[in-house]
């Protein structure tokens, strides 16, 4: 999709600093999670624009996105001040680092890219496939989602160090097997930490899918 003023239909608080932002799909909308979109906007030094990862299982007349916010920055208080009705411009998909009915699939998340995270697992659990996440945080955001997660079966480990984190990774390779599709989503020091985390874990790292925040 080419640069499009879409209508938001919701934004909720997720956790500290972060909110979830649905927004209406145009006709013909197609995105996988962990896919993303860009959003453009304007602020008083110019035009900014910022991608966010689908974190919604489909896109079936809404889409969601998960965005920490800052704000003190421009960006971040226009993200911040967004309520149902509103308009934003959007362009995409984008990526190639995303859900393609991969089973099992084991999902790697810090930060925002818990988004990407939940709708891969609710995804996977919607086509009858196993997901299990591992988000490394120490304030986790989405506890409603991964609470209900958990209560369909889903594993989610919620490591709070690297050590645990590769503890998690072990894990979940040791249960559902070395092979299993690896995702990662996150900022760069957490992508680092969680190709060492499969890396200690006896994982492949070559074909992970990486999606790297910046
Ligand atoms: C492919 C892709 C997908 C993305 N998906 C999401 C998403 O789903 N949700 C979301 O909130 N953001 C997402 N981002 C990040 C977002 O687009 C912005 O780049 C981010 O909010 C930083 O904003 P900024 O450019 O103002 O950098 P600043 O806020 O000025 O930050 C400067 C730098 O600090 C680092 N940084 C910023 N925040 C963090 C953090 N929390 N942890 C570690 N390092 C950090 C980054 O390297 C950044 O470039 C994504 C980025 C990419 C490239």
């Known amino acids: ?124 659990l919607a086509d009858g496939h196993e997901a299990v996440v591992v988000y490394r945080a120490d304030d986790p955001v989405h506890a409603e989602r991964i609470a209900a997660l958990r209560e369909a079966g889903v594993t989610v480990a919620v490591p709070d160090t690297d050590a645990a984190l590769t503890a998690a990774v072990g894990s979940a390779l040791a249960e559902h097997g070395r092979d299993s599709q690896l995702f990662v989503y996150g900022f760069a020091p957490f992508v680092d930490a969680a190709t060492a985390a499969i890396e200690g874990a006896g994982g492949r790292t070559d074909a992970a899918k990486v999606e790297n925040f910046g």
Do not use: C
């Open 1 to 124: 999709m080419d640069e499009a003023d879409l209508t938001v239909a919701a934004v909720e608080s997720v956790g500290t600093d972060t909110v979830a932002v649905e927004v209406e799909s145009p006709p013909g909308f197609t995105a996988q999670p962990g896919q993303f979109v860009k959003l453009a906007f304007e602020t008083a030094d110019g035009p900014e624009a910022r991608f966010y990862t689908v974190s919604s299982p489909d896109v079936e007349g809404t889409f969601e996105v998960t965005v920490e916010v800052d704000p003190r920055d421009d960006v971040g208080a226009l993200l911040d001040g967004l309520s149902a009705g509103d308009s934003v411009r959007v362009s995409g998909p984008f990526g190639r680092n995303y859900y393609d009915g991969e089973d099992p699939a084991v999902v790697l998340a810090g930060g925002p890219g818990v988004g990407a995270a939940v709708a891969i697992a609710e995804r996977a």
